[in-house]
């Protein structure tokens, strides 16, 4: 069963705008962890956010925020003020605290445009 | 501090022949997870070593193996190769074992294998 679903294969964002990317996932496990990757081009997958099942508050990195509603299952990704730089391929994925390996969605594709 | 580096880049090869990736990942990290990307499954978890022991193991065939050097660096092994394997090979660094949902990875900038 697929343990991360990502509903979004495209989006189109302006440059200086805020974009939000969908995450829902699945698991009975308690104790979890929800990352977000970035991958551009050159195929590099790069970490940007995490958050954990038990964070009591949505986690933040500088322009990277994320929407956890833990009752809904859903980890959306928000980036604010859109850059073109930002354009890439964007996976959200889990790791359950019994697992070992991260679980990725399929991803979805963000084009920042002028 | 150096990435997790990969070599090589780009690989082409025919079916039948075997192709050896390998991979090095940032001084200090001791576990090392590959990965194989492709447009129709996805990014699926191949198996995972730590101080030269693999730890884990996905749901792939026995042609695809690895192993683990004491200076931690790993390589990847595909044997016998069919056109299904042409993916992108990512490999992920960190400092423990990767289970434990806090554990974060950082991963190569791949190895992309077609396979002809």
């Known amino acids: 069963a697929q343990k991360i679903t990502q509903t979004q294969p495209g989006m189109f964002v302006q440059e200086k705008e805020a974009v939000t990317l969908d995450c829902t996932y699945d698991?009975?496990?308690?104790?979890?962890?929800l990352f977000w990757y970035k991958q551009p081009s050159s195929g590099e997958m790069i970490f940007l956010i995490y958050?954990?099942?038990?964070?009591?508050q949505n986690a933040t990195e500088g322009r990277y925020s994320l929407n956890f509603q833990k009752a809904r299952k859903s980890a959306n990704l928000v980036i604010s003020a859109s850059q073109l730089g930002d354009s890439a391929m964007y996976f959200c994925?889990?790791?359950?605290?019994?697992?070992?390996?991260?679980?990725f969605g399929k991803g979805t594709s963000l084009l920042v445009t002028p | 501090k150096a990435g997790v580096t990969q070599t090589p880049r780009y690989l082409i090869k025919t079916r039948g022949q075997q192709v050896t990736l390998s991979c090095s990942p940032i001084?200090?990290?001791?576990?090392v997870s590959w990965y194989q990307q492709t447009p129709g499954q996805g990014l699926q978890f191949l198996f995972e070593?730590?101080?030269?022991?693999?730890?884990n193991k996905g749901n792939f065939p026995g042609r695809f193996s690895g192993r683990q050097f004491s200076n931690s660096r790993s390589e990847m092994n595909v044997s016998t190769l069919e056109l299904g394997d042409s993916a992108l090979y990512l490999c992920?660094?960190?400092?423990?074992?990767?289970?434990?949902?806090?554990?974060?990875?950082?991963f190569g900038p791949g190895t992309r294998l077609t396979v002809l």
């Open positions: 992920a660094s960190s400092v423990g074992l990767a289970g434990g949902h806090r554990n974060e990875q950082f």
């Open positions: 698991t009975s496990d308690p104790s979890y962890g």
């Open positions: 958050q954990g099942s038990y964070d009591q």
């Open positions: 994925a889990m790791r359950e605290n019994s697992g070992y390996a991260l679980n």
């Open positions: 001084s200090g990290h001791r576990s």
């Open positions: 070593y730590f101080s030269e022991t693999q730890r």
